[in-house]
């Protein structure tokens, strides 16, 4: 019954391992709540209750000065809901962590808030060890820069997959459109996709879309230095797709993790929660 699960959970073990050798990375992969733990992965499980609990095995690693993003007893609440009540994780550099849990108890909410696009109602969230205040603005690539692949893609409708991709380039840098379209394309050929780019989001299948996705949020302005995204988050990456478009969409994700980005995802491994 838990073939597909096994499958790909050992087939990141194994790559965990690989990457430990290498970089001396720690991962955490999906996997029911009852496996947390194994396999010396760190993960966190919003519960049902919506009770946030860590279950991690924090990494012992008192030399705190490879943490990237950390929150700290955070809460959320949307009218009487609690969502959120005392989220506390760090995210290190090079890692890669999974978060799971039932639907509504708050798995978008925690990426929104480290993403920047929800504040905590209490509680902090540190970038770099700086505290992040309130929303994160346009401006604002200092420290850290964040990449998210939405739950649903979210493409501008009617914007083609060149726009798209390239939308933070067109908007935010002073790179010629001829330079954007070339890297636009080198961005989608990277996530195995060519010829779209004058396409639009409906004229796409939902496996294109996650994968366009991913794109726009790998892309960055190669004029300027330290503008690479260092952290992505990915929300339900496979959501919706086809075993198969799961499979290829998750090599990319482990593909881009062994450039050195760390990643942060909540969703499923082939279809299971
Ligand atoms: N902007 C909002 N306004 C009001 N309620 C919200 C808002 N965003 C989220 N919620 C509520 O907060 C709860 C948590 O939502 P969230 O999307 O974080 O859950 P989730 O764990 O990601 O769920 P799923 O697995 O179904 O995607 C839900 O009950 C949702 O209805």
Not at 234 to 260: M, Q
């Amino acid at each position: 019954k838990n073939c597909d699960l096994g499958t790909k959970r050992s087939k990141c073990c194994w790559f965990n391992k690989k990457r430990k050798e290498q970089r001396n990375v720690i991962c955490a992969c999906m996997a029911p709540p009852r496996n947390l733990g194994r396999d010396g992965f760190s993960g966190s499980k919003l519960t049902e209750s919506s009770k946030s609990e860590t279950l991690s095995k924090e990494v012992k690693n008192e030399n705190d000065s490879d943490v990237l993003i950390e929150c700290r007893n955070v809460y959320k609440s949307f009218g009487e809901k609690n969502i959120l009540q005392g989220v506390s994780f760090k995210i290190r550099h090079g890692e890669a962590v999974g978060i799971i849990g039932p639907s509504g108890t708050g798995k978008s909410t925690i990426l929104k808030i480290i993403a920047g696009l929800l504040a905590p109602d209490k509680g902090e969230v540190y970038v770099r060890g700086r505290k992040r205040s309130g929303l994160i603005s346009d401006d604002e690539i200092s420290g850290l820069r964040i990449g998210l692949v939405f739950q649903s893609a979210a493409l501008f409708d009617s914007l083609t997959v060149r726009e798209n991709v390239g939308f933070l380039l067109y908007e935010h840098s002073s790179m010629p459109d001829e330079q954007i379209s070339k890297l636009v394309a080198e961005n989608l050929a990277a996530v195995g996709l060519k010829g779209v780019e004058d396409r639009l989001p409906s004229e796409l299948s939902g496996g294109m879309k996650k994968r366009v996705a991913l794109a726009r949020s790998i892309i960055y302005d190669i004029t300027k230095e330290s503008v690479e995204p260092e952290v992505l988050l990915y929300d339900e990456p496979t959501a919706g797709l086809d075993p198969i478009a799961s499979t290829v969409v998750e090599d990319l994700i482990r593909s881009v993790h062994t450039k050195g980005y760390c990643f942060f995802m909540r969703g499923k491994l082939s279809g299971k929660e």
